[in-house]
């Protein structure tokens, strides 16, 4: 049996090694950084600091971006993973766009002797046991940022306030972490969170669900929205009705268009989860794996809270 | 009597919008209110004046897919020309139009010059425009705030987009019944070879109409941006299915050669309504596309039994 799982292994490993395409120069290992959505303000910068940083470090590493359409086109996703083991790179960072549609692709991918990271949205640990597979997460802890920024809008309020909460798209598990930790800083303040409802990530969207419940819930104090796009929403919706300085807003995420309302004190307070480093983060982790400098492990990354001037 | 007798073609779907106005009034707290009213009068605009370009579209048997990326562009553009260029209002807001009626021009001119269906070229336009919408903002949300705003300042105590909103509606109505043109589009979409032997010219027709679409677009995606204050690369996605359901809830034949601009604007508003209600009462999310695709193909039905009745 051993000398049989040998045998494979060795053959697999001549296979690898036989499909890499000649270099010339010292071998680097190459990083693949897969993605979600390059439409997103939050990826193109994540994807911005991990080129960054490959220009730096040029003699360590070879890097290829990639990212997919809009966050929700899982199949190309699982495409890329598989052009990229086609392709023989030696290590994949992963932003899954779903944490368990991945998982059987993730395996196979470590099944070839591929380093896996995982980072920005964490595979489901249940799905991962499931098919027998651990993989590293490197990354943010949503809840206990939103938790910090929720906080914030507590010591503003007082018990029993009203406060309600403009959520991400609800299958993501960024978006329930985030409404989790909200929900936390709100509890334990012992403020009344008096509803819950997706702004879908979007302007529009989170503009339209703060406007009904500005109306709805009169007596409302703050909004909790699990991004700045969905606070600038809010913001105008606020605006609209009235109710400038009666009703704080949160967001997270700490994009350049919400500077100006956080200059302003239109908005409270968001997160910063260091976007840029996120994915630098994890190209670290995949090359000290690589290198035999660490083994897998997963690693929290910093998220600070950025309070209105 | 008069008003009875011209209301008479809208009765379905204002009893379909006077049915929802009631049950949110019964089922919320606080649905009948001014500040509804005022919040449905900031919120519509731009899908107003997009589904009253899509009518023209569907009149003349095209469609356009491309309206909600173009939407997103010309969003683009005006915010980056204000935040980044720092240009005056009126001139970001003509470089707005003008990207939308490129937009349409292209639309338009391709698929009458090769005479390729106008859903894959509009396609095309889809992925063009936001792709485009992308690169101009470098997928970043432009924040002008006030400079902007102005356009959903309140006139009379609703927001200066809805009356121009209004307006448009009621000028593209009477394009429609009062003039040659609209008897253009109306023969062009009806039969193209009968129009053309009537002495129409068909392709001349429907390019007028896909740049009327995206001129009507880009002036959805200002009116956006006046009402959120801030230029968001993605907005606008998934319009053309709302301005799609707003048409096609009014009446207007996806075959072409029939349609009215004031059903479509009521088709907007039982939308809008519904959106707002059931956001007001806390419905999921999954539950409200539920409900609001329910509500769409009841309308539908409903429509369908008033024209029998004729």
């Known amino acids: ?309 | 009597m008069r008003l009875l007798v011209l209301l008479r073609p809208y009765a379905a779907l204002l009893a379909v919008l006077g049915g929802l106005v009631v049950l949110f009034g019964a089922l919320s707290n606080h649905f009948l209110s001014p500040l509804t009213l005022r919040t449905l009068a900031g919120q519509i605009p731009p899908l107003v004046v997009v589904s009253v370009g899509m009518t023209f579209v569907l009149i003349i048997a095209g469609i356009d897919l491309s309206v909600g990326a173009v939407v997103g562009l010309s969003s683009a553009v005006m915010g980056v020309l204000m935040v980044q260029a720092g240009w005056s209002l009126p001139l970001s807001l003509a470089g707005a139009l003008l990207a939308g009626a490129a937009c349409g021009a292209i639309n338009g001119g391709i698929s009458v010059r090769w005479r390729i269906p106008s859903f894959i070229v509009t396609l095309g336009m889809l992925e063009m425009a936001r792709g485009g919408a992308y690169l101009v903002t470098n997928s970043q949300t432009q924040y002008v705030g006030a400079g902007v705003q102005v356009l959903s300042a309140p006139v009379a105590g609703l927001p200066f987009a809805f009356w121009m909103a209004l307006a448009v509606v009621a000028v593209a109505q009477v394009v429609l019944t009062r003039t040659v043109f609209g008897r253009h589009m109306l023969a062009t979409g009806g039969n193209r070879e009968a129009a053309r032997l009537a002495g129409v010219t068909p392709g001349r027709v429907e390019f007028a109409v896909f740049v009327i679409a995206g001129l009507l677009s880009a002036l959805g995606g200002v009116f956006q941006m006046g009402y959120l204050g801030s230029a968001d690369p993605n907005a606008g996605i998934g319009m053309e299915l709302a301005a799609i359901a707003a048409v096609v809830i009014g009446g207007t034949s996806l075959m072409g050669g029939q349609g009215s601009v004031i059903a479509t604007f009521l088709g907007v508003l039982i939308i809008a309504v519904l959106q707002l209600g059931l956001a007001q009462l806390g419905v999921s999310e999954p539950m409200k596309r539920v409900v609001t695709g329910g509500v769409i193909v009841i309308a539908v039905i409903a429509d369908v039994y008033r024209r029998k009745g004729d």
Request: hydrophobic fraction near 50%.
């Open chain 1, 1 to 309: 049996m051993h000398v049989l799982r040998t045998v494979v292994l060795l053959t697999l490993l001549f296979m690898a090694v036989g499909c890499r395409p000649a270099t010339e120069g010292p071998e680097r290992p190459t990083v693949a950084l897969v993605m979600k959505s390059l439409a997103n303000e939050f990826f193109v910068t994540m994807a911005d600091g991990a080129r960054a940083h490959q220009a730096d470090n040029a003699a360590t590493y070879e890097l290829i971006v990639n990212g997919i359409k809009d966050e929700s086109d899982l199949s190309q996703q699982v495409a890329l993973v598989e052009q990229m083991m086609a392709r023989g790179v030696d290590a994949i960072v992963l932003a899954p766009a779903d944490s368990r549609a991945l998982v059987p692709i993730v395996k196979r991918a470590q099944d070839a002797g591929i380093t896996v990271i995982n980072i920005d949205n964490k595979l489901d640990a249940a799905t991962l046991a499931d098919v027998g597979a651990s993989v590293p997460f490197v990354g943010p802890d949503n809840r206990a940022g939103a938790r910090a920024v929720g906080e914030v809008v507590a010591a503003e309020l007082a018990q029993g306030d009203e406060v309600a909460i403009i959520g991400g798209i609800p299958t993501a598990f960024n978006a329930q972490q985030r409404q989790a930790g909200f929900e936390d800083a709100m509890q334990a303040a012992g403020i009344d969170v008096v509803s819950v409802q997706s702004g879908s990530w979007e302007q529009a969207k989170g503009n339209q669900v703060a406007a009904a419940l500005l109306s709805e819930h009169p007596n409302l104090k703050a909004l909790l929205c699990s991004n700045d796009n969905m606070a600038l929403g809010a913001a105008a919706a606020v605006q609209q009705a009235g109710k400038t300085g009666e009703v704080l807003i949160a967001g997270f995420d700490n994009i350049s268009a919400i500077q100006r309302l956080l200059a302003d004190g239109q908005v409270i307070a968001t997160a910063d989860q260091h976007g840029d480093q996120l994915a630098v983060y994890g190209i670290e982790a995949a090359l000290q794996i690589i290198t035999g400098a660490a083994a897998p492990a997963d690693q929290q990354t910093p998220v600070d809270v950025v309070l209105a001037d």
